[in-house]
């Protein structure tokens, strides 16, 4: 069982904005610890869209953004387009459980 | 450019042993961390261990910590992850990822049947 809980999924029409939320326990989003957040598509690796909760590596577009604040993080994507449609995690870490390294379970975009 | 190479999709049978060969390339190998994140189909991500090059130091998940082995050979820039005693329920695809708090670059995946 994830302790990074995240929606199963959520939508939004092209253009709009859609929230993707990931809620955690106190001991490692809300002890500081970074989150990651990557975007899937199917039968392809995930690849690596924000770090250290709100960083775009190099090619990633500024309509994909996130913040952090407590316990719970979120990724926000504006203008939405037919290619967001994915499955996107969030990631973080916490040496205290049962392995450092957490993932969420996903949330499936569907763009309508 | 940095790359990091899986090795071929594998059957096996319940009980057996699997060994999953991940080669970087375009970086100096024993600088980051190797992790090792498995996904059954349909399902989301799950963190296995890591390991790091330089020191030979690992970190495993406890759900799989006393069935996995994570190593690596510096002298070939590849790592290798080991799952003994499979079940149905591994059948999923295994990646290796680099990175030590959040993860670059990925493997294409390694598909693992355990099937009878």
């Known amino acids: 069982q994830s302790v990074l809980t995240q929606p199963p999924s959520v939508s939004g029409a092209p253009g709009q904005r859609v929230i993707i939320s990931c809620t955690a326990s106190s001991s490692n989003i809300g002890a500081g610890s970074g989150v990651q957040w990557y975007q899937q598509f199917p039968g392809t690796a995930p690849k690596l869209l924000i770090y250290?909760?709100?960083n775009r590596p190099s090619g990633v577009p500024d309509r994909f953004s996130a913040s952090k604040s407590g316990t719970s993080a979120s990724l926000a994507i504006t203008g939405l387009q037919a290619e967001d449609e994915a499955f996107y995690y969030c990631?973080?870490?916490?040496?205290?459980?049962?392995?450092?390294?957490?993932f969420g379970g996903g949330t499936k975009l569907t763009v309508l | 450019q940095v790359q990091l190479v899986q090795s071929g999709a594998e059957v096996k049978k319940p009980g057996a042993s699997v060994k999953v060969s991940c080669k970087a390339s375009g970086y100096a190998f024993p600088a980051f961390d190797i992790h090792w994140v498995r996904q059954a189909s349909g399902q989301g991500l799950e963190w296995m261990g890591s390991l790091t090059p330089d020191r030979d130091n690992t970190a495993y998940s406890q759900k799989f910590q006393d069935r996995v082995t994570i190593s690596s050979d510096i002298s070939i820039d590849t790592a290798y992850m080991e799952l003994s005693s499979l079940t149905f329920e591994d059948t999923a695809v295994y990646y290796c990822a680099r990175g030590t708090y959040y993860f670059s670059y990925w493997g294409q995946g390694t598909l693992v049947t355990v099937s009878s």
């Open positions: 990631q973080s870490y916490d040496s205290t459980l049962s392995g450092p390294v957490l």
């Open positions: 250290a909760s709100n």
